[in-house]
């Protein structure tokens, strides 16, 4: 009974810190991933769009898809805790020994080159004949993007997108090594004030899974409404019953 007591007075004593926590864990991977979401939205069209002929353009095109492609690959390629110390402390080495704010310093940190992949990969996954189809009937690149092709690509890889959500979640405990007051830098301050190391960290980790859940769950939700009714009929023909196709979804099997 000591250990739940112990856990009980973690929340009474402890909630501002444990509520200001959770409150800038979720406004960081929110922003975060937004953020990163309309960058992989920027970078995915640039880098799946025709070549142009013009040279000048060509040239930059190819430029400024290599320094994507840099971007996406050191971002790849490193862990994120380091990530944090460079930009941060690299941002005051050449600034002369001025800081970003805090809280900023989180959401370019979070918001890294993942989703740029998501994103070009969900365009390339459409059919070709789409976007042969958008250009025979006079659309441009553009056009074709944002009235064909990404409809279909959000619908998509909304499930990859809210995986990254919850990844962001958990990956920004790691921002405690700069000094952001997020939710497992409040874990270590509360556990130097009561010395109860385990019963901190087990509520800090409850925490954290009721936080992915709710937000797992909520995104599902989302999903199954962007799929639509589960029957629906096609009409063949506005003046004969005959042509109306009904069709019903199957339903997934579960293992």
């Known amino acids: 009974m000591s250990f739940f007591n112990d856990v009980l007075n973690i929340l009474k004593q402890y909630y501002p810190f444990l509520l200001r926590g959770v409150g800038y864990t979720l406004l960081i991977s929110l922003i975060g991933t937004v953020a990163g979401f ?27 898809c290599g320094i994507i492609a840099v971007y996406v690959e050191i971002f790849r390629g490193t862990p994120m805790m380091v990530q944090a110390m460079v930009i941060y402390w690299g941002y005051a ?3 002369g020994g001025n800081t970003l704010p805090l809280i900023p310093s989180g959401i ?18 459409i059919d070709k004949g789409q976007f042969e189809g958008a250009s025979a009937v006079g659309m441009t690149h553009s056009q074709t993007m944002l009235h064909v092709i990404l409809p279909q690509v959000i619908r998509n890889i909304l499930p ?3 995986n990254e959500f919850v990844i962001n979640i958990k990956d920004t405990s ?14 270590g301050v509360i556990k130097r ?24 769950r ?4 989302v ?19 005959n042509a109306e196709i009904h069709i019903k979804k199957e339903e997934p099997v579960n293992d």
Do not use: H
Request: charged share 15%; net charge positive.
């Open 38 to 64: 309309l960058i992989g939205l920027l970078t995915g069209m640039l880098r799946t769009a025709p070549m142009p002929k013009n040279p000048v353009r060509r040239f930059f095109r190819k430029l400024l």
């Open 160 to 162: 990859s997108v809210s």
């Open 93 to 95: 080495f050449a600034s």
């Open 218 to 221: 909520l995104l599902r939700f």
């Open 174 to 187: 790691v921002l405690n090594v700069i000094g952001v007051t997020e939710l497992y830098y409040f874990a």
């Open 193 to 216: 004030q009561n010395f109860q190391t385990f019963q901190t960290y087990l509520v800090v980790c409850v925490i954290y899974f009721i936080l992915t859940f709710s937000v797992t």
């Open 108 to 125: 370019i940190i979070v918001s890294g080159a993942y989703m740029a992949e998501i994103v070009r990969g969900g365009i390339i996954s």
């Open 223 to 241: 999903e199954k409404k962007l799929d639509g009714d589960a029957n629906y009929t096609v009409f063949g023909s506005q003046s004969d019953p």
